[in-house]
């Protein structure tokens, strides 16, 4: 019913919107996600032809070319055939006409009415949403929030148009009021063609059947909603998913680096992309149609940089590791659970070529691995026990230093300068001082943070960290998976994480795959695999840490009152 | 586990002690024209001379200095020892770290080889081939690294392999270092200690070898020595000059031997702290 084809919007200056392409069918809901500035509302407005700057390209509704019609025609159009539900902001109302008045006049701008018909149709549509009596009769300061959003839904619902632009219909609304608002919603727009704009992704989730996700003006993934939402291919929709408070989703809120800037020629993500090429600085993605979702990005969304594929190891005639298969890919931590002696740590030293792998293969960004100097640049371990990992007999500088020696980087001034960059980014000292102590003079903590730096001096695009923290206190440990976690969003680093501990893998991991002896058993979502462990030794897991937790509340209180 | 070898041997006893005679042979060793006024093969013209202040310890069969036959003699002693410590802990790394770090059929050819040769009694073996060589110094240094090296190498190897199994070389191997660096960087390092102890230890035994060897009388009669000295003064048992000229030699080489033991027991206490526990 409405199609978008090749829209441009812009102000004058850098296109708000470009290139945008949208189909809204009928009994349709679509999402338009993305953080503020991103154009979202821009897009809503240029549907509705209320949009100050030029507009180029096709909106096709029912039929017809909005944008190669009259004004006059369009202004006809509008509130009858479209209509928006405005962003719930103090002036979406005229604060001198009650919620009724101003429904009576918008549906007497379209129709030739009575005032009295008019009257009832406006009072039946604002009981529709919920406003009754007097609270219809007020004037919009005197309504609450939800009831002012009530009463611009029942405004835009004035004509029974065919296509409702909502515009963050939920913003600002308190957690009880926004379920109530969506619950409406997603009744009144049954029968209707709507466009959701918010950058509220549980809104969207429950209103709308597909999203499309906008950044810089275009689009950069869309497809079905619950899709979408548990398996994000873009890393801006990554990005944007990971840094909202979710209930399902356990791992720690991650941001996106940087902030979003206009213009900027090729990829318009690319700034802020942790996997970016060449070509994404160059080019702009097209959007590319990827198994029922469209992707716009140059690297075909976020991609696999380690492939292990039925990988077995033996040890004589003990099989350590078998058929094992993960996928780790670009800025996601896998957390890798299960018992000590399943082979965990195994798996992880065949991947660094420290046990020979028996069959099976390991692949780093598509490519066969070969056991070069070169794969080290790009895969580095932590090992478990940093007090050994790290040479009693070299100093901090040494052994942070060790990887550019063997590698061969810079000279000395150079390796100076990398080595006291990445202490500082494990959040260690870095002065003269530091540099010359030996480990046994530092904590078991600062000890472990050297170790990271060490496995970070090379900037490797993917970490293996077998149980990093399992040496230290608690409060050692949150900080370095913490910082671990900044990293990985800086830097867009992944993370194969070894762990017996499961509530700790909860917190940290994308996803979780569960070792029993030998075999990968199950492997998902973080918070599926937690909230609904299919492999029987997964729930044997879950349980065990549950029934460790403390009480949260005491059963009753009555027995302390007097 | 960061351990100063060097300060933990000075810090026990018989470390300090062992130390101390080895740096005073050394001393009057290197230092001896020093010492004496005299020249161990010039004839003084008094024969049998009993100590004076001319002789400090008598004059031998030959009218001899007695005294400059010791210090003379210390520096054989010193270098035979050394040398042959040296050359023989050398080999011992190589084959040992040569075993532990390639494996397979090089390590078992390798210690195959080792263990044949540990089973020779290597005193045996010295004086069949000295007594067909006649050895001079740099020749006795040959013969003895030559029988001494197996228990080195296997001590090495074992260690070796220890340290190969550490978690910084494993870390080490994944920054992508190869099997040089390896060695060089992390397992030299963490064995330097104990191929220092076998160093000792060879010492002790070369020092004893050599005077053994020269005692027996098979070694090059122009070398001036220890053993040497003594064989020579127990053919006048029945005169007085056992006195000072067959009790110092003996001193003398308990002294050296017993200073590289003492320095050895050291090393190995601080290498092995299982050791320090039973001390206790």
Not at chain 2, 80 to 106: E, F, W
Not at chain 2, 219 to 238: E, H, N, T
Request: glycine fraction near 10%; aromatic fraction near 4%.
């Amino acid at each position: 019913m409405l199609e978008i084809k090749g829209l441009n919007i812009t102000y004058g200056g850098p296109p708000v919107i470009s290139g945008v392409d949208l189909r809204l069918d009928r009994g349709e809901a679509l999402a338009v996600i993305g953080e503020s500035g991103a154009g979202k509302t821009t897009l809503g407005l240029g549907v509705m032809g209320l949009v100050k700057g030029r507009c180029t390209g096709e909106i096709v509704f029912g039929g017809r070319n909005l944008l190669a019609m009259a004004e006059d025609e369009r202004r006809r159009m509008r509130g009858r055939d479209m209509a928006m539900v405005f962003q719930n902001v103090d002036d979406a109302l005229h604060p001198l006409y009650t919620a009724l008045d101003q429904i009576v006049e918008a549906i007497l701008t379209h129709r030739r009415l009575e005032r009295a018909a008019a009257r009832k149709r406006a009072e039946d549509l604002l009981r529709r949403v919920g406003l009754e009596g007097s609270r219809a009769a007020a004037y919009p300061h005197q309504l609450s929030g939800g009831e002012r959003q009530r009463a611009l839904i029942a405004m835009a619902l004035a004509n029974d148009p065919a296509l409702l632009i909502l515009d963050e219909p939920t913003a600002s609304l308190d957690a009880l009021t926004k379920g109530e608002i969506t619950a409406l919603i997603k009744g009144l727009i049954k029968d209707k063609a709507a466009l959701v704009i918010t950058h509220d992704i549980s809104t969207a989730a429950r209103l709308t059947g597909r999203m499309a996700v906008l950044y810089g003006g275009r689009i950069v993934e869309c497809g079905p909603t619950a899709e979408l939402l548990a398996d994000p291919r873009h890393p801006y929709t990554r990005g944007l998913l990971r840094s909202y408070p979710y209930m399902a989703a356990t791992k720690d809120l991650q941001g996106i680096p940087g902030r979003m800037e206009r213009g900027v020629p090729g990829c318009p993500f690319h700034p802020r992309c942790t996997q970016k090429i060449d070509l994404c600085r160059r080019e702009t993605p097209v959007p590319e149609s990827n198994g029922g979702r469209l992707v716009a990005c140059h690297r075909g969304g976020i991609v696999p940089l380690l492939e292990i594929k039925r990988l077995s190891v033996s040890f004589g005639p003990v099989r350590a590791v078998r058929e094992a298969v993960i996928t780790l890919h670009e800025g996601e931590t896998l957390a890798l659970v299960g018992k000590s002696g399943s082979g965990k740590t195994t798996l992880a030293r065949a991947v660094m070529g420290l046990v020979p792998a028996g069959e099976g293969e390991i692949r780093l960004e598509g490519g066969k691995i070969d056991g070069s100097r070169d794969f080290y640049r790009k895969v580095q371990m932590v090992f478990q026990n940093p007090g050994e990992s790290v040479s009693h007999r070299m100093n901090v500088l040494q052994a942070v230093g060790e990887p550019l020696d063997v590698q061969g980087i810079g000279n000395g001034e150079e390796r100076l300068a990398l080595v006291r960059r990445v202490l500082d980014e494990v959040e260690l000292p870095s002065d003269d001082g530091f540099l010359k102590k030996y480990p046994h003079q530092l904590s078991g903590g600062e000890v472990q943070r050297v170790a990271i730096a060490r496995a970070l001096v090379l900037n490797p695009k993917v970490l293996i960290a077998d149980e990093p923290t399992s040496a230290l206190d608690a409060s050692v440990q949150a900080k370095i998976l913490k910082l671990l976690l900044n990293i990985q969003e800086k830097r867009g680093l992944a993370i194969l994480l070894i762990t017996h501990d499961i509530a700790l893998a909860r917190k940290v991991s994308d996803r979780i795959a569960v070792m029993l002896n030998g075999r990968i058993v199950e492997e998902g979502p973080a918070g599926r695999v937690l909230s609904s462990p299919r492999h029987g030794f997964t729930k044997k897991l879950v349980e065990a840490v549950l029934s460790k937790c403390p009480p949260t509340q005491p059963e009753s209180q009555d027995s302390s009152l007097p | 586990m960061h351990i100063d070898y060097w300060r933990e041997v000075k810090k026990s006893g018989p470390g300090r002690a062992g130390l101390a005679a080895i740096t005073a042979v050394a001393a009057l060793a290197v230092l001896a024209p020093l010492f004496t006024g005299h020249q161990p093969g010039e004839y003084t013209g008094a024969i049998f001379h009993p100590p004076s202040r001319e002789y400090w310890l008598g004059t031998n069969d030959v009218g001899q200095d007695i005294w400059t036959h010791l210090l003379y003699g210390a520096r054989t002693s010193l270098a035979v020892g050394c040398g042959a410590a040296a050359l023989s802990a050398i080999v011992s790394a190589l084959v040992g770290g040569l075993a532990a770090l390639s494996g397979g059929i090089t390590d078992r050819v390798l210690m195959r080889l080792t263990d044949s040769l540990l089973v020779v009694p290597p005193i045996m073996v010295a004086i069949l081939a000295a007594a067909y060589f006649r050895p001079g110094a740099a020749l006795l240094v040959f013969l003895l690294a030559a029988v001494m090296w197996p228990g080195g190498a296997r001590l090495v190897r074992s260690q070796a392999l220890a340290a190969k199994e550490r978690a910084h070389v494993a870390a080490a191997r994944t920054f992508g270092a190869g099997r040089l660096y390896l060695l060089t960087r992390h397992i030299m390092p963490e064995i330097g200690p104990v191929i220092i102890a076998v160093l000792v230890m060879d010492a002790r035994r070369a020092v004893f070898m050599e005077a053994g060897l020269s005692f027996l009388g098979v070694a090059d009669p122009a070398v001036v020595s220890w053993g040497k000295m003594m064989q020579q003064a127990l053919r006048f048992s029945y005169l007085d000059v056992w006195k000072w000229w067959l009790l110092p030699a003996g001193a003398a080489l308990s002294l050296t031997v017993a200073g590289l033991a003492f320095t050895g027991f050291a090393l190995e206490t601080v290498l092995n702290p299982r050791l320090k526990e039973r001390d206790r």
